[in-house]
Each structure stands twice: as structure tokens, then as C-alpha cells.
């Protein structure tokens, strides 16, 4: 088989080679064949012509001694024999001197249009005795012609075919086998493969672009190298700033749990009006100072990709009141008043994740009410589009404060950026607060829109597809305690938020911490090596009605446990710690309950609150999982999650 017909290129480059040939070599090939025809048809008839007489005249000199003999039975024994030999013949006679027919054979009356006569004299000795008649047909000769022309078109068909393939092969060997060669190397450098130099050689144009795709090639390699090397130095980057993310976040929220957590067992003592309101601006700030980090940390995993969200059964009518319920007490510092508006038509329960859904709609809300001077921040929930199909839901925050300047819209979500960015501006903050909620409401399938006219205020709203749930929402640990007070959306009015209680205000600074049943008497090991964490975590559990053994370190809290490992109902587990860590602690407990029906809950406390930090715990075994700062109602929702129903007996 020829090369061409292997060739990868068969659909490109030797299908046109084959067409280009055909098409200059089909037209001159048939012409050629025209002329070849015409001239064999003049060639032809002359042929016939020349046997057509020479048969006659071979004929007459046999008739010469049966004519002188007047043998007449052997002339017409002659001519029948020739019209049954010759197929072309029509008729055969032989005339005597006088012109009288002394033998015939054959048609009697042949067609002159159909029937050439061809005719010679019968001489003896310079006499003229008579002569031959003899009729061909035409038919033959058509016959004949038609022959000559078939075949001279086969020879042609098979001689264009043959030159084209030929010409084809060759152009092949010079143009296509180039083009072969050139095009698996492009291949090559298109999917990356810069190994294999370009070897095609030539002083032909072939060559010089071969010459150019192995400087490219170079080039390519050289410069994939370079890029290889600054991404493993960016990736390297990249890991020490998650690790110093990681250290940062740690180290703050280490001694942030002592002052937030110290700050607000203060409030819950008798304090002198002007002492409580200076220990609420200390709580407030640290809190500020905390949700700054937690800011700066969700930055830093929206832009590396590692955020991820969850998808629990979430009620939408409680979120939106505990959301109006953080608000309300800035709110009311400024005589603003917070109205809460929810669709009777949202399901009980969605799937969603509410954690984001309400860090979105608490950023939102904190600006709005920022930035207004007097007046109300609406917070409106409802159910849009078809409703027969998924859930989605349309939240819009609106104020009516200083609104946002046209020209300063396409700044909005940008990170670090304030409307007002002066060293005079009235309004604090980071920056990073609404570029986060873009993010994430783009992260759960939605766009943040706003509308604003200056000094008239602005609408955020942003939609989400929020797929409902018959499975009963769980209770998160941030929800705020005491009836929901929306007012659905189909009411003319809104309702307002009555005064709730408030973790930093004067007004409601005491906590009332419920000490249940079932966690009072339970026994519980701290495995803790921070002094500060001890104290505060010993001081809550405490008041919790809890009895606390604290370990210092990995080591003692194994030494602990083991001592007597049915009297424990529950571990709070640092995960830092020296000697041994809290994922070895945690490894070594889980390894001695192998083959047994014990299973102690141990809850990772930690300042480790970075991308996966959560899944890690879980997965050395841990149950639970806080972060630092603790609040005391988050740990007392976690003691009352994995309490036992006969605290101080220890888990079976």
C-alpha cells in the first residue's frame, strides 16, 4: 500500500493532493481521448475502406476462369460462400461484360443509406470481362467505431487514474511527508511534549518553518521550566501563608478567649454602672477585633478555593430572627428601628447553609445600619418564581441612610475598598465585609444586587435557590434564646423587634446561664495547657454544675483517662499541645475502646480555625468541634448535646 494511504493526513492533505491532481489531469486526459477517438474513427473507416476493396478485387481475380468458362453454378458457389463468411456484406454479384448478373447472393434491393458499394473489374489479359459488386453494411462500421471508442475510454479512465496516483504519490513524498512530519511535532508541542526536538531539515520553506517551530519549541521549554520553578516558589508561598494564617489565627484567639471569656463572666458579676459599661466596650472591641480575624481567615479561603459550604435542614424564619436580634441592640444605641418581614409562603424548613446565609445577611444588616443616621433597616425574606418548582428565595436588606454614590457602585464588592477612603472618614472597618458576602452569595449560586440614590438609602437583595426539606432543623449553638417575633410578608405592616438580650450592652449585660439536669454532675476532663484557657473553661464548666479534672498536657490526660476510664462522661480537647498533641491523645483513647461498648465524646477545643481544621478533628476520632474564643452558651449547647442521661455515671 502507498504511503499516502496510511498517512494520518489521509482526510486532509492526500485527499486534496488526489482532488488537485484529478481535476488538472481529468480535463486534459479526456481531451486527449477526444482527439485520440476522432483520429482512430478517421483511421478506422479508412481501414475498412481499404479491405472492402481489396476483398472485391480479390474476388474478381478468382472469377476470371469460371467467367471465361461461363461456369455460372461455380460464381454463385463463389459469392454465397463470401456473404456467408462476411457479415458485413449485404450482397455479393458478379456482372458479365454486357452488365447482365450472372451470379448474386444476399439482398436483392440493398438501402443505399445503409449500404456503402464497393466494386471492381474482372480482367483477363488487359480485357475487360466484368466485375464484382459488393454491398457493405454501414451498421458494421458504426458497430466497429463504438467499439473502438469504449476501449479507447477504458485506456484513458486507466491511464488518468494511473498518472493521478502516481503524481499524487510524488507529490506526496514532496509536500504531504513534510507536512506529515511537521504536523505530529505541532501536535506534540500542543499537548505539552516539548522532549522531542524538530528534526525536519531542509532549505525549502519546509524547512525554515520546521527551523521556527524548533525555535518555539525552545522557547516553549525554556520558558515552561521558568513558570514551573515561579509556581512551585508561589505554591511554597502559598503554604507559608497558610501556615501563617493558621499561626496568626491561633495565637490570637488563644489569649482573645481569655479576655472575651473573662470579660463576659465579669459582666455576669455585680459591677458599678460606670465599671460595667467600660467592661462592655473591652467585650465589644475584643469582639470587634475577632470578627476582623474571622474576616481576614474567610478572605483568605474564598480567594484560595477552600472554602466549602453545607447543605443542613435550616429554618429560614428563625434565622432571619436571630439575625434582627444581633442587630437590634446597635440599632437601638442609634434610635434606629429594625423591621423583619418573612414570606408566609417559605417552607418550614430548607437546605441550605445557614452559618453563610446569616454571616451575609449580619454584615449586610451591620452596614446598613452603619451607615444610617435615623430612620430603619427592613430585612425581607419571600418566595419567588414558579411555585411549583425549587424554593428560591429573595432576601433584601434596605435603609434609609446616606445611600451610595453612582460613580462608587463598580467599588462596592471590592476587597479593601471603602466608599469613603479618606483620612477624615466618619466610618470604620476592613473593607473586607461586603467583598465577602459577594463571594459567598456567588459561592451558594446567587448575585448580590443594590439599588442606592444618595441620601435616600439603598436596597441589598440576592436570591437563592434554597431547595425545601420535611427533616426538622437542628438547633445551632448561636441561636439566640425566646420567641420568634416575624411578621409574615403578606401583612401590611412590619413588625418590630422587641428589646432582646445582648452579650456587650449595659442593658442586658448579665447572662443567665441554665444549668440542665443533665449536665449538672458531669465529669469532665480538660485536657488544656494554656493557664488562661484553664481558668476560664474550669471557671464556666464550673458554673455549669460540672466537676473538671485539667490536664496540662496530652500525656496527663492519658494518664487520667486510663486511670479510670469508665468515671469520664466527656474530654474538651486541645488540639496544640506539648508532648503529645490532642490527635495523639485522641488516637490513644479511641485504640484502648477498640473491641469494647465504651465510647467517651471527646469535643476538640481549639484556636485552630482554619480550611479543614474542622474535618481533621473529626476524623481522628474527635465528636465535636469549638473554636476559641468560647462562648459559654456554645459549650453549654455541646455539654447538653453529649450528655449522658445519668450524668456522673459515665457512658456503658
Not at 461455380?74 to 458478379?94: G, H, P, R, Y
Not at 447472393?105 to 480485357?127: C, H, L, M, R, V
Not at 465579669?266 to 465599671?275: A, N
Amino acid at each position: 500500500m502507498l504511503p499516502f494511504l496510511r498517512s494520518p493526513l489521509r482526510s486532509s492533505v492526500r485527499t486534496r493532493l488526489l482532488l488537485g491532481v484529478f481535476l488538472v489531469l481529468a480535463p486534459i486526459s479526456f481531451a486527449f481521448g477526444a482527439w485520440s477517438i476522432d483520429n482512430q474513427r478517421d483511421v478506422l473507416l479508412k481501414t475498412l475502406d481499404r479491405h472492402s476493396r481489396s476483398l472485391a478485387t480479390a474476388t474478381a481475380i478468382a472469377s476470371v476462369e469460371p467467367l471465361l468458362a461461363e461456369d455460372f453454378p461455380v460464381l454463385t458457389t463463389c459469392v454465397n460462400q463470401l456473404t456467408a463468411e462476411k457479415d458485413s456484406l449485404v450482397f455479393a454479384s458478379i456482372e458479365d461484360k454486357a452488365g447482365r448478373v450472372v451470379a448474386h447472393a444476399g439482398t436483392k434491393t440493398p438501402d443505399p443509406e445503409t449500404t456503402n458499394i464497393y466494386s471492381a473489374p474482372i480482367q483477363f489479359e488487359g480485357d475487360e470481362l466484368g466485375r464484382v459488386v459488393l454491398g457493405l453494411s454501414k451498421a458494421f462500421a458504426i458497430t466497429a467505431l463504438a467499439d473502438s471508442k469504449r476501449m479507447k475510454t477504458i485506456e484513458m479512465v486507466f491511464l488518468c487514474l494511473a498518472l493521478g496516483l502516481g503524481l499524487s504519490w510524488l507529490l506526496f513524498r514532496l509536500i504531504g511527508r513534510p507536512l506529515r512530519i511537521l504536523d505530529e511535532d505541532a501536535r506534540r508541542l500542543a499537548s505539552t511534549d516539548l522532549s522531542h526536538p524538530i528534526q525536519l531539515a531542509g532549505d525549502d520553506e519546509f524547512g525554515r518553518l520546521a527551523q521556527a517551530l524548533e525555535k518555539m519549541r525552545v522557547g516553549l521549554r525554556t520558558s515552561y521550566e521558568e513558570i514551573s520553578s515561579q509556581n512551585e516558589h508561589l505554591r511554597e508561598l502559598d503554604r507559608l501563608k497558610s501556615e501563617f494564617l493558621a499561626t496568626m489565627s491561633h495565637e490570637i484567639r488563644t489569649p482573645m478567649n481569655g479576655v472575651i471569656g473573662f470579660g463576659r463572666e465579669l459582666l455576669d458579676t455585680k459591677l458599678e454602672p460606670e465599671q460595667r459599661e467600660m467592661m462592655c466596650t473591652v467585650v465589644g472591641s475584643a469582639e470587634e477585633l475577632l470578627l476582623l480575624l474571622n474576616d481576614i481567615l474567610d478572605f483568605s479561603r474564598l480567594e484560595a478555593s477552600k472554602l466549602r459550604l453545607e447543605s443542613v435542614p435550616t429554618d429560614l424564619a428563625r434565622l432571619i430572627e436571630d439575625v434582627a436580634k444581633l442587630i437590634e441592640p446597635a440599632a437601638k444605641r442609634k434610635d434606629l428601628t429594625v423591621k423583619v418581614k418573612v414570606d408566609s409562603k417559605l417552607p418550614a424548613a430548607v437546605l441550605s447553609d445557614r452559618h453563610r446565609i446569616r454571616q451575609v445577611l449580619c454584615n449586610i444588616m451591620t452596614n446598613a445600619v452603619k451607615f444610617t443616621k435615623q430612620g430603619e433597616v427592613t430585612l425581607d425574606a419571600r418566595a419567588v418564581g414558579d411555585p411549583d418548582g425549587p424554593c428560591r428565595v429573595r432576601f433584601s436588606i434596605s435603609d434609609t441612610g446616606i445611600g451610595i454614590p453612582s460613580d462608587k457602585m463598580d467599588q462596592l464588592f471590592e476587597p479593601f475598598r471603602q466608599i469613603d477612603g479618606s483620612h477624615a472618614r466618619k466610618f470604620g472597618g476592613s473593607g473586607l465585609g461586603l467583598s465577602i458576602c459577594h463571594r459567598l452569595v456567588i459561592l451558594m449560586g446567587g448575585n448580590i444586587d443594590v439599588k442606592s440614590d444618595p441620601g435616600e438609602g439603598s436596597v441589598f437583595s440576592f436570591e437563592l435557590c434554597l431547595p425545601a426539606t420535611e427533616d426538622k432543623p437542628k438547633r445551632a449553638t448561636w441561636e439566640i434564646e425566646g420567641p420568634a417575633t416575624v411578621t409574615p410578608a403578606s401583612q401590611s405592616t412590619a413588625g418590630e423587634i422587641p428589646d432582646p438580650p445582648s452579650s456587650i450592652s449595659p442593658q442586658s449585660a448579665q447572662t443567665t446561664v441554665t444549668k440542665a439536669s443533665k449536665i449538672s454532675g458531669m465529669r469532665v476532663l480538660l485536657a488544656e495547657d494554656n493557664p488562661t484557657n484553664q481558668k476560664l473553661l474550669r471557671h464556666v464548666l464550673a458554673k455549669l454544675g460540672t466537676k473538671v479534672t485539667v490536664a496540662d498536657t496530652g500525656v496527663e490526660c492519658l494518664d487520667a483517662y486510663f486511670g479510670d476510664p469508665g468515671s469520664w462522661d466527656l474530654i474538651l480537647m486541645d488540639c496544640q499541645m506539648p508532648e503529645m498533641d490532642g490527635f495523639q491523645a485522641t488516637a490513644a483513647i479511641r485504640e484502648r475502646e477498640t473491641g469494647t461498648q465504651r465510647h467517651t465524646p471527646i469535643i476538640a477545643v481549639t484556636a485552630n480555625a482554619m480550611v479543614g481544621d474542622r474535618e481533621r478533628c473529626l476524623a481522628s476520632g474527635m465528636d465535636d468541634y469549638l473554636t476559641k474564643p468560647l462562648l459559654a452558651e456554645e459549650l453549654r449547647a455541646v455539654l447538653d448535646r453529649w450528655a449522658s442521661p445519668d450524668p456522673g455515671s459515665g457512658p456503658d
